[in-house]
């Protein structure tokens, strides 16, 4: 497995990823229309290389030239989308990114990292390290999300 910074070829396997985790892992935790609000449809290449640009950094997760993870970082620690195919969840693939990001926030000084999680991911991201904060409810799409806020300190 290698972690890399991803490419414009990876954005579709991205979108798909994305999707399909959405609809085969969350929805173990999130009600039908939920999932449907969550992602409705795979989003087109052009939303996802605007969405992507955003980040300082977008990793993505390799086997044998398939992208089986990715996840988004920002400037001040914060990480957004953190998502494992759904095929190769509890294969290391989400401790690999996360190493990665931990790594970059080190050499960046930053010295906490944050993430707004879902109940599927809270017990990842607490085995890593990171704490609950905050308990939210999100609208989003009409429906209510019951999410974490949660972070880690980072030692040099």
Not at 112 to 126: G, M, N, R, W
């Amino acid at each position: 497995m290698i972690v890399r910074p991803y490419q414009e070829k990876d954005i579709g396997a991205i979108a798909q990823l994305y999707h399909n985790t959405i609809h085969r892992i969350n929805s173990q935790h999130y009600s039908p229309a939920q999932i449907t609000a969550w992602s409705p449809c795979i989003q087109s290449i052009s939303y996802w290389r605007d969405r992507l640009s955003q980040y300082q950094v977008v990793y993505v997760a390799e086997i044998e030239n398939t992208v089986v993870g990715f996840t988004e970082f920002a400037q001040n620690g914060h990480i957004d989308c953190f998502y494992v195919h759904s095929q190769w969840q509890g294969c290391k693939v989400g401790s690999n990114l996360l190493n990665q990001l931990e790594e970059d926030a080190k050499q960046q000084n930053i010295t906490s990292l944050s993430a707004e999680v879902s109940i599927t991911a809270q017990s990842f991201f607490t085995a890593k390290g990171f704490v609950v904060t905050q308990e939210r409810e999100k609208p989003y799409r009409g429906q209510i999300f019951k999410q974490f806020l949660m972070t880690k300190i980072i030692k040099s």
